[in-house]
């Protein structure tokens, strides 16, 4: 059962972070089209206000998925 349960919140956890932080700054691109400069330029706004623990989350995020 945890795991089970632990797996279905980490990817939904991933997908959240996903959706708020970088899904809105790359648009509609194809997913073939992404490359890790559109996301790091996506990442960007983050850094301006200090989020750095976000930020390597979400590159961790990235990486799992598999998007650069």
Same mark, same amino acid.
């Given at each position: 059962?945890?795991?089970v349960?632990? !797996?279905?919140?980490?990817?939904d956890?991933?997908?959240? +972070? /996903?959706a708020? @932080?970088?899904? $809105?700054?790359?648009?509609?691109? +194809? %997913? @073939?089209? =992404?490359? !890790? $400069? =559109? %996301?790091? +330029?996506?990442?960007?706004? /983050?850094?301006?206000?200090?989020? /750095?623990?976000?930020? &390597?989350?979400?590159?961790?995020?990235? &990486?799992?998925?598999? =998007?650069?």
């Amino acid at each position: 059962w945890f795991a089970v349960k632990k !797996a279905k919140v980490t990817a939904d956890g991933i997908w959240r +972070s /996903l959706a708020l @932080h970088i899904f $809105p700054g790359v648009g509609k691109v +194809s %997913i @073939h089209q =992404l490359k !890790a $400069p =559109l %996301i790091v +330029s996506t990442s960007k706004a /983050l850094v301006q206000i200090s989020q /750095l623990e976000t930020i &390597n989350r979400l590159g961790q995020c990235v &990486n799992c998925v598999g =998007l650069s």
